[in-house]
């Protein structure tokens, strides 16, 4: 079943373009949480910043 809109513009729910995106969103809390853990671990146990991977990352983006 496909729901769409009165709107002539929007996507149906169904439609790849929606569906990649709502993937895309998730990865990307995925991937901000596990760079949030990360953090919260390196600075318990006093990683220095310029080590930490995932900062660098974080920092770039």
Not at 2 to 18: C, E, I, M, Y
Request: charged share 20%.
């Amino acid at each position: 079943m496909v729901v769409r809109s009165n709107d002539a513009g929007s996507q149906s729910l169904n439609s790849p373009v929606f569906v990649a995106e709502r993937i895309y969103l998730v990865l990307l809390s995925i991937w901000k949480a596990l760079i949030q853990k990360n953090n919260e671990i390196a600075s318990e146990y006093q990683v220095d910043p310029e080590l930490n991977i995932f900062s660098k990352m974080l920092n770039k983006s």
